[in-house]
């Protein structure tokens, strides 16, 4: 994390001299009040008003100045921390291989982006130069009493013992709480992202007091953690302030004592008092700082964890380049998820190119595990998956991607233009554009929404059915000339007129490797298909033309066909 600080070194080097000069005017105020002083016991009359005067007038004229340029340059150094921060974290959480990235709730990504990193501006980019620049005031402060009057010097700094002392004290504790209440705040993030998706599911059941109550919990849990690690702070603050009280009742009195006495003059009395502040509260913010960075410390580890995550965790961008990705060959292919629990069994089998194959199979029985696999998003299988010829694990994950599309049941669409959401951002030609609009069989709903390609979609595409929704998966796969595509059940959700064109306008689709988990096709359909692949338990059953399948497979063909529709 230091290497955001470091990064902008030249401009924390400004900020911090400019702090270092509002230390020096510290001495500025010091001197001007033991002026006061002698002005008012000496004998300059109105020539010493007036050189009073003239000092206050410097003494503002330099202090706008040197505020300014602090807070300008604190303010510059902020935005360049956070900037390169939010995006390195950004960039680190997009290249996320997909499996490390769903093992947490979306939610918790946002809670990183919010909380964590509002966290380390406030607690550690402020902080950290904060702590520099009060070291330098107290250091210039210590000199400057040290030449007033060095025995009072000392007494002030033993008497600032104790409020370095109490940081160390509360310190772990302090961090430990505020890990509970970053931890609850993930949860709460997570669970209010859930509510807001599923806000649908909670009207149409009539829900709401259920998920307030859910809601009630997380969030009690929340403030309970906050209150906590705040009542923490509260003891050490509480303390360190009645510390700072206790060292300047003794050092006045101590002062007050040595005028008596004659030692110094009334002069020295109110300089040293004025510069006693700026040894104390310096000694007192350090205190309450450290503290605050030590709370942040384990929000600093998950960023950093973030950070440095492995090359594994960032998913296959090594490996070769290739252009052809098919025939998909398994060969003995096995797998387990991370429970260990075997899902695949040695699967082996050959995907032609440009054939079109059905998977069938009952609910859990491997099949959209299977298209996962073959799609790259796994490599802790056993076997080979070979796609033209070469391992899949030495192919980088970028040269599959471009060549092997999944269409999912629900298919994500971007608040943004028609053009944007076929392309999904690449460069092409509007021609090519329009040409795949067509052969998805789009151009019904361009025609409707009336600006072309630059019609916009809404949000998650409400205006468009289900069945317009699949035809822009397919658009994108079609753009970008994939050579396989992959359909989970992606008609599952449409009525079978629908589905049955959409199956239609893949299996005509020349040159296109099709695999598609299918429950919903009428057996005309499922005639057309070079190869029907019936899967049970992670096991290939048999496979074969539809007319080539036993009586018991093409039961359970009759039985999808049903509709069921618990399957994916
Ligand atoms: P199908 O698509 O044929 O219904 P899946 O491939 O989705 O079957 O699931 C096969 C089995 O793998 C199921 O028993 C399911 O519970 C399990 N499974 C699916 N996804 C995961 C996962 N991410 N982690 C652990 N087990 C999983
Ligand atoms: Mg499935």
């Known amino acids: 994390m230091n290497q955001y600080l470091k990064g902008h070194l030249r401009l924390l080097a400004v900020w911090l001299i400019a702090e270092f000069m509002g230390a020096v005017m510290v001495t500025g105020m010091s001197l001007f009040m033991k002026q006061v002083a002698d002005t008012a016991y000496g004998e300059g009359g109105l020539e010493g008003i007036q050189g009073l005067l003239l000092l206050g007038l410097v003494l503002v004229v330099v202090c706008l100045a040197v505020e300014y340029l602090g807070h300008y340059c604190r303010a510059k150094f902020l935005k360049e921390c956070n900037l390169s921060l939010k995006r390195k974290i950004f960039d680190r959480i997009i290249h996320c291989d997909i499996n490390l990235f769903q093992e947490k709730n979306n939610g918790s990504y946002i809670s990183l982006l919010n909380n964590d990193l509002r966290l380390i501006d ?311 554009v329009w040409k795949a609009a067509e052969d998805a069989g789009l151009m019904e709903v361009i025609r409707r929404m009336g600006d072309g390609l630059d019609s916009r979609i809404q949000e998650e595409g409400r205006n468009l059915s289900g069945g317009e929704q699949q035809r822009f998966a397919i658009a994108r796969a079609f753009i970008r000339k994939a050579q396989v595509l992959l359909m989970d059940e992606g008609t599952a959700s449409l009525d079978y007129q629908t589905a049955g064109l959409i199956d239609s306008l893949l299996l005509d689709k020349e040159g296109l490797t099709l695999l598609s988990v299918t429950h919903k096709t009428e057996k005309e359909l499922l005639q057309r298909y070079d190869e029907i692949l019936v899967l049970e338990q992670g096991r290939i059953l048999e496979h074969g033309l539809y007319d080539e399948l036993s009586e018991q497979s093409k039961q359970l063909l009759a039985w999808n066909c049903q509709g069921a529709s618990d399957d994916n």
């Not at 990705?325 to 260990?340: I, M, N, Q, R, W």
Request: net charge neutral; with cysteine; charged share 25%.
């Open 122 to 432: 406030e607690s550690y980019f402020q902080v950290i130069p904060l702590i520099y620049s009060n070291i330098n005031t107290f250091l210039v402060a210590f000199i400057v009493m040290c030449l007033y009057h060095p025995l009072l010097a000392a007494l002030q700094v033993l008497l600032c013992i104790p409020q370095i002392l109490l940081p160390r004290r509360f310190g772990k504790s302090a961090s430990a709480k505020q890990k509970e209440y970053m931890d609850s705040l993930d949860v709460w993030n997570a669970e209010v992202k859930d509510i807001f998706t599923g806000f649908e599911a909670v009207k149409s059941f009539g829900i709401e007091e259920k998920i307030k109550e859910r809601y009630r919990k997380i969030v009690d849990e929340v403030e309970k953690n906050g209150f906590v690690m705040r009542k923490q702070q509260a003891k050490s603050l509480a303390l360190s302030s009645a510390s700072l009280y206790m060292a300047f009742v003794l050092q006045t009195v101590f002062s007050v004592y040595l005028v008596m006495n004659g030692e110094i003059t009334m002069g020295i009395l109110l300089g040293t008092m004025q510069i006693s502040n700026y040894v104390n509260n310096p000694v007192r913010e350090i205190s309450e700082l450290y503290l605050e960075y030590l709370t942040i410390k384990p929000v600093l580890a998950r960023i950093s964890a973030v950070l440095d995550g492995t090359e594994e965790a960032q998913g296959k961008t090594l490996g070769i380049e290739v252009d052809r990705v098919t025939p998909l060959c398994l060969h003995k292919l096995s797998f387990a998820y991370e429970d260990g629990r075997r899902i695949l069994h040695e699967l082996d089998f050959r995907f032609d190119s440009g054939k079109k194959y059905a998977i069938v199979g009952s609910s859990g029985s491997g099949k959209s595990t299977l298209l996962r696999l073959l799609m790259g998003y796994y490599a802790q299988y056993e076997g080979e998956v070979y796609c033209g010829g070469k391992r899949q694990t030495e192919i980088s994950g970028q040269s599959l991607y471009r060549r092997i599309s999944m269409v999912h049941q629900r298919v994500f669409l971007f608040d943004d233009t028609i053009r944007n959401n076929i392309t999904m951002y690449g460069r092409y030609s509007d021609e090519e």
